[in-house]
């Protein structure tokens, strides 16, 4: 997934709070602009890279069995990727979730402060008043369903 280094990023911060930060930072977002092709203008190509195998000169360092050769032909989900709008199209897609949930969080915060209002709450008890808690709860007055919507039953009795 695509948002999985970024939790994990985030996670671990939390976990470990010692962890260089910057550092993986750095390393997600260099990754994530050779992902896209960014740095294809710098870095070798896989045919330059393929043609450097083939040299008589590395036989000793490509036989190996810890040498990775240069795959022969080229992934088309990564070659999708270089398209130059792929990119921006990322960029919009990772702000977008960003506003999202800072938004859900400020929601979350305004619900916790200020509770949902009195028309969201209305059929919740909260808490009991003083002159309840002394008295037990009568079981034997008829309920309506309606006012225990989203509530767990009735006690017999308040301990």
Known sequence: SVAYPWA????LQ??????SFMGHLAGILT??????????VILPSD???QKLEALPVLDRLISLPTFV????SS??????????????????HGFGTVTKFLCDVAETIKVILF????DANANAQLSWSSQTRSQSVDTTEDFEDED????????SSIV
Not at 8 to 11: A, D, E, K, M, V
Not at 14 to 19: A, D, G, Q, R, S
Not at 115 to 118: E, S, Y
């Open 31 to 40: 990754g994530t602009l050779q992902l896209y092709g960014v740095f294809d």
């Open 8 to 11: 994990l990023l985030i996670l």
């Open 69 to 72: 050769p240069t795959p022969a």
């Open 75 to 92: 992934d088309t989900t990564a070659n999708n990727l270089h398209d130059p709008s792929a990119l921006g199209r990322a960029i919009c």
């Open 14 to 19: 939390f976990i470990m709070p010692n962890l």
């Open 47 to 49: 045919t330059y890279l």
């Open 148 to 155: 225990w919507v989203g509530l767990p039953a009735p006690r």
């Open 115 to 118: 509770g949902r209002g009195r």
